[in-house]
């Protein structure tokens, strides 16, 4: 089964997201938000450079800063998958936001009942 890529590995669609949104919208004003909020959350400097994202599984285009060190990106890599639900854990204990655990269960159903 293909997945659209506009959905994240994480399984929630990109269009949910604000770094997404702000980023498609060439809003300089709510990256910058993001960002600010992103260095209180995370503990690290954030510019709005390092915000622009246009999803995690679009080669060749831009992609936010975080995404470098996102633990649920580098773990779906490692093992091979394009989204965590692909993985029989999914969703893991590395999955904490209920709307990507939701996307997760339900992206995991439609890829076994394309299986069958």
């Known amino acids: 089964m293909e997945i659209d890529k506009i959905i994240a590995i994480c399984g929630v669609s990109c269009t949910k997201c604000e770094s997404y949104q702000a980023t498609i919208q060439n809003d300089t004003i709510k990256l910058k938000s993001i960002a600010e909020q992103w260095t209180k959350s995370m503990g ?53 936001a209920p709307i990507a655990q939701e996307s997760l269960r339900k992206l995991r159903r439609e890829i076994l009942n394309a299986d069958h």
């Open 44 to 96: 690290r400097e954030f510019t709005v450079d390092d915000i622009v994202c246009d999803g995690c599984r679009i080669e060749g285009k831009r992609l936010s800063a975080y995404c470098s060190s996102c633990e649920i990106s580098l773990c779906a890599k490692s093992k091979g998958f394009p989204t965590c639900a692909h993985c029989n854990e999914s969703p893991c204990e590395k999955i904490v």
